[in-house]
T-cell receptor, first 115, second 116 residues
Framework: DQQVKQNSPSLSVQEGRISILNCDYTNSMFDYFLWYKKYPAEGPTFLISISSIKDKNEDGRFTVFLNKSAKHLSLHIVPSQPGDSAVYFCAASAEGGGSNYNLTFGIGTLLTVNP | DTEVTQTPKHLVMGMTNKKSLKCEQHMGHRAMYWYKQKAKKPPELMFVYSYEKLSINESVPSRFSPECPNSSLLNLHLHALQPEDSALYLC???????????????FGSGTRLTVV
């Protein structure tokens, strides 16, 4: 049973427009959420994160929104650029402390930004 | 140095072979991880080391044997693998305990393993 779900396997957007990638989770113990970006033949790269005590975190063109009641988060990229074309993974952690620090990943969404 | 280096990048091995995957980081991270990723699937956690001690083993078969010789190195020893073990093996490291703006893993580029 997937605890982190990315229901859109792919998304295509025009350059300069907004890209919105969605992620849902089922485990109410998750309290930290991250987005990773992955190019082919490379490992995932950390992009942006958000703690459950916040509902928004912004870093340049990237903003992550968290709706705890809906167990939903989204990543907004504005404006989208062709170099943003990659697979985006949503990940979550039940920080809790101690040694239980591991991330549960979604299946990923392939974003294609067309020039 | 802000990288996690994995070697080899590609590995083809027979079912009777013994091989090792290597991972190295010099960021002072005290937690290191092995993840396995199959095509069109999310990365799945295999092992976690914190302070060079194995803290999580996600019910991984014994044909996979991790080793953390020191705080910078993480190995994954492979023996008698099956074709279904073919996958991308990702190493990652992080601060431990996690926190602050550096919460998150730094991943290596992975080793693409094919078992024939």
């Amino acid at each position: 049973d997937q605890q982190v779900k990315q229901n859109s396997p792919s998304l295509s957007v025009q350059e300069g427009r907004i890209s919105i990638l969605n992620c849902d989770y089922t485990n109410s113990m998750f309290d930290y959420f991250l987005w990773y970006k992955k190019y082919p033949a490379e490992g995932p790269t950390f992009l942006i994160s958000i703690s459950s005590i916040k509902d928004k975190n912004e870093d340049g063109r990237f903003t992550v929104f968290l709706n705890k009641s809906a167990k939903h988060l989204s990543l907004h990229i504005v404006p989208s650029q062709p170099g943003d074309s990659a697979v985006y993974f949503c990940a979550a952690s039940a920080e809790g402390g101690g040694s239980n620090y591991n991330l549960t990943f979604g299946i990923g969404t392939l974003l294609t930004v067309n020039p | 140095d802000t990288e996690v280096t994995q070697t080899p990048k590609h590995l083809v091995m027979g079912m009777t072979n013994k091989k090792s995957l290597k991972c190295e980081q010099h960021m002072g991270h005290r937690a290191m991880y092995w993840y396995k990723q199959k095509a069109k699937k999310p990365p799945e956690l295999m092992f976690v080391y914190s302070y060079e001690k194995l803290s999580i083993n996600e019910s991984v078969p014994s044909r996979f044997s991790p080793e953390c010789p020191n705080s910078s190195l993480l190995n994954l020893h492979l023996h008698a693998l099956q074709p279904e073990d073919s996958a991308l093996y990702l190493c990652a490291s992080s601060q431990f305990p996690p926190g602050g703006s550096n919460y998150g893993y730094t991943f290596g580029s992975g080793t693409r393993l094919t078992v024939v």
